[in-house]
């Protein structure tokens, strides 16, 4: 925790509650440290369908019950047309750019941790606290670090690269030192009304439904060819969209060999480029440009460094050297080949367990390909 | 910390004898009034006591009442049940923009159905004009359904004009008068209205009871069946507790209905001159001469609706927007956006509305909170 000079019953927290296990716990810890906690609920999409269901309401409903029970107020705030300008809207044009957006970073950044922290703020909070799975640790410096989750598997710090210094300062993760067991096992002994609800998964707005149609809803499709790297067609597909890099699952090659993937696109020519095998040789990169650094001490590195860095959610850290450029861009030098490297997606930099922040994916440079740095 | 409750357009505190009623009727009078033997007549005297009360609050006979659940019950039954029964006059209905959601969205629903409505638009003020009313009935409109006073801003619409226009043209006219219920006096015998929504617990009574006035002769489809109370109209047990705390809640109400909207008055004019002491820059959502006393509906330029009402609500102060919520959080309000075409207006608005127990010190120190809070 942030050291602070206020008692806990003098300093007010809120708490950004979703209505899951991990924000309930984040709210019942810090009042059991004695905090003054208001609970805050999150509307940044309206899904209600035509019988007049929404899983806002349902989550809201899930929000009051745990407040309730632990006797903190509670609100709502809606974020639905900031959060279409500044993440949907970014969605739908990395999408229409070929690229895979990472819509779950941009909300951090422009929702949950500045109108949502802005907001807080206004109501006369000290701090925000979210049930991120991700630590804070302020230095003799006074500045703030950011470090991995205890939990391994959950740690979020890749979805929190781009925080700052000014957010960081007034940001509370308090499951952070916590295994996401240890976080169910509270929620069940304090008798959490959402112990035992299910971990939501994917993007948040388009849920459990249909990625395809979803995305087909707001995208016109443009179906063309697939291809292998020397030209050959092995079938259609239903629009570049659709696909993502490494990708196996519904490209309906059939044939004899080993399984097709998805190597690259031709936006073009609006072409797929399939290859076979897993490890097929067009996957790999030795290395990636990437752009909008965020650093999180606030200190621009000019110099080539080594670190270790993610290029997705949850892979295991790989060893890199950081070659800037004069323009703020950089060059990421793998120290083995990767695989399936992302455009859109962001590699974020760690020291050991420290954070030091990250960047977007622009280009993967394919193993073997010159590269000058 | 202080408590300053001035939400009384969303609800009102039980009056101490309405709430002595209802406790009466659920210790010493559980009967179920259809029922034949001596605890059901108990309960049936009781019933028509209270019955008969309610009725004469408006000018009614006590065959003219049918008891619902809400307001919304009533309006939902006054609209659709009309509409239904009288399907073959024709399809078309009128109502306006700013009608509560219990009449709006049964509209919407109709016109899923096949019905045709038309939404009437609203001046400045929030209100419609009749001349507008008569220039869209057609040979097919067989009801017109407007509010008496606006729950968001407390605009009266022009009722008398509009019912006379309906009269002349044989065509039924509902008004939910639940906001003007208790302050304004309503005689539907010099009013012509066919069917009129009241409701309990926003004048003091307990939730849970309401009342749909019903002119002598109107045919309604009945929204629920089952038993034959409330003629057929509206099966299910009555809620006696509640309709004997209703029928002592409207009685206080029309008793001390001028003194009430005496202080109501004075106290929205206490708080403007509050506002305009602290140099607030505001402005009053709604009209100047037709408006309920209570309601008091504020423009302040640059606030966020949402954030407001929970700085309010830290300082002990309950207010709200008057509009809808999803999911907790404010939706524009449609009254708003009606009377001003302006999104920026409606989301910088804030409904108080003033009830018994409320004070002059209490409204200097709301004023004062909305300085603190705008100066942030």
Sequence with gaps: ?373 | MQKIYVDHAATTPVHPEAAEAVMDILQNNFGNPSSIHQHGRQARKQLDEAREKLASSIGAVPDEIILTSSGTEADNLAIVGYVHANKQKGNHIITTKVEHHAVLHTCEKLERDGFSVTYLPVDKDGRVNPEEVEASITDETTLITIMHGNNEVGTIQPVTAIAAIAHNYGIAFHTDAVQSYGLIDIDVKSIPVTMMTVSSHKINGPKGAALLYTEKGTKLTPSVTGGEQERKRRAGTENLPAVAGFAVAAVLAQKDMQNHYKLYGQLSEHFITSLTKNEVPFEVNGSNQNKLPHILNIFLPGIDVESSLVQLDMAGISASSGSACTAGSVEPSHVLQAMFHDDQRASSSIRFSFGLDNTFEDVEYIAKEIKRIMNR
């Design chain 1, 1 to 373: 925790m942030l050291n602070t000079t206020k008692k806990p019953e003098d300093t007010r927290v809120i708490v950004g509650m979703s209505g899951g296990v991990d924000s309930s716990v984040t709210a019942a810890l810090l009042k059991d440290e004695g905090y003054e906690v208001i609970g805050i609920f999150m509307k940044n999409w309206d899904d209600t369908d035509e019988n007049g269901v929404c899983t806002a309401t349902e989550d809201y409903d899930d929000v009051i019950k745990v407040c309730n029970q632990l006797d903190i107020p509670y609100y709502a705030v809606n974020f639905e047309q900031k959060y279409w300008d500044h993440v949907f809207t970014y969605f739908l044009d990395e999408y229409k750019s070929g690229r895979t957006p990472n819509p779950d970073i941009v909300c951090n950044k422009e929702i949950k941790f500045k109108a949502f922290l802005h907001h807080a703020l206004t109501l006369g909070a000290d701090y925000l606290a979210t049930g991120h799975y991700a630590q804070v640790r302020m230095e003799k410096d006074g500045t703030v670090s950011m470090l991995r989750g205890k939990d391994d598997n959950k740690d979020q710090t890749y979805f929190l690269n781009q925080l700052n210094q000014e957010q960081l300062q007034k940001v509370m993760f308090p499951l952070g030192g916590l295994m996401k067991q240890e976080v169910r096992d509270i929620a069940h002994e304090k008798g959490l009304s959402t112990a035992n609800k299910k971990d939501s998964t994917g993007i948040c707005f388009i849920g459990e439904r249909n990625f395809k149609e979803f995305l087909q809803s707001y995208l016109p499709a443009q179906p063309g060819q697939m291809v292998t790297e020397d030209g050959v067609v092995k079938g259609q597909h239903e629009g570049l969209m659709y696909y993502t890099l490494g990708q196996r699952q519904g490209l309906g090659i059939g044939g004899s060999g080993e399984p097709w993937f998805v190597l690259d696109k031709n936006l073009n020519e609006n072409k797929l480029i399939v290859g076979q095998g897993f490890h097929h040789q067009g996957l790999y990169s030795e290395g990636l440009y990437a752009s909008d650094f965020n650093w999180i001490d606030d200190v621009v590195r000019q110099e080539p460094f080594s670190c270790t860095a993610k290029f997705r959610y949850r892979q295991m850290d790989q060893g890199v050297t950081v070659h800037p450029k004069s323009n703020g861009e950089a060059y990421i030098a793998f120290d083995e080949p990767q695989r399936a490297i992302t455009p859109g997606q962001a590699v974020v930099f760690y020291e050991d367990d420290v954070c030091l922040g990250g960047a977007t994916i622009e280009e993967a440079v394919k193993t073997g390909e010159s590269v000058g740095s």
